[in-house]
Antibody
């Protein structure tokens, strides 16, 4: 059974930093592209970043480019998101998501974690 | 960036109804269009990918169609468990943008 478990969400002040983690299990992690998608309270979904299975493709939304860094540790089946220079508009539930295609970066997400809540507030 | 416009934003329907949600993109995306269902307090669930491919385990009452810039999600006979918010998403090119959502209510 595929499982994605996010952690690291807390309350942080504007300008602060935070690192989110996603622990994956139930599939061959290093064969799949992974992504982060966020959802502000009461709002829709916003794709944040993607890291391909082989590290050859990394994408960011313009809203986080230069402030967030996605990474993965295939030896630990783990995906991370380092978030710097946080803004109030970064507040939301951050989901870790698995790409549907093996050895590909399709941008289609077939499994999602339950999310970790980041609150940026003074 | 590719802009996604869903309509309607909200929809009231009854069990047994046939419902259609539309998604229009700001530029051509071939068939790289996906649909997700989200229930309150839950993570999104992939329903349909590549415009019309039903994800494994999703009931056959869900169907998708379209290509280019205009797409539809159809639920042939609404069940109580289908009341949720639905999002379209393009996977043609990053950023992989989502529509604003359609809330389906009783």
């Amino acid at each position: 059974e595929v499982q994605l478990v996010e952690s690291g969400g807390v309350v942080v002040q504007p300008g602060g930093s935070l690192r989110l983690s996603c622990a994956a299990s139930g599939f061959r992690f290093d064969d799949y592209t992974m992504a982060w998608v966020r959802q502000a309270p009461g709002k829709g979904l916003e794709w944040v970043s993607l890291f391909s299975w082989d590290g050859g493709t990394i994408y960011y939304a313009d809203s986080v480019k230069g402030r967030f860094t996605i990474s993965r540790d295939n030896s630990k089946n783990s995906l991370s998101l380092q978030m710097n220079s946080l803004r109030t508009e970064d507040t939301g539930l951050y989901y870790c998501a698995k790409d549907i295609g093996s050895w590909a970066a399709t941008g289609v997400f077939d499994y999602w974690g339950q999310g970790t809540l980041v609150t940026v507030s003074s | 960036d590719i802009r996604m416009t869903q309509s309607p934003s909200s929809l009231s329907a009854s069990v047994g109804d046939r419902v259609t949600i539309t998604c229009r993109t700001s530029q051509y995306i071939s068939s790289y269009l996906n649909w997700y269902q989200q229930k309150p307090g839950r993570a999104p669930k992939l329903l349909i990918h590549a415009s019309s491919s039903l994800q494994s385990g999703v009931p056959s009452r869900f169907s998708g169609s379209g290509s280019g810039t205009d797409f539809t999600l159809t639920i042939s006979s609404l069940q109580r468990e289908d009341f949720a918010t639905y999002y379209c998403q393009q996977s043609y090119s990053p950023p992989y943008t989502f529509g604003q959502g359609t809330k389906l209510e009783i």
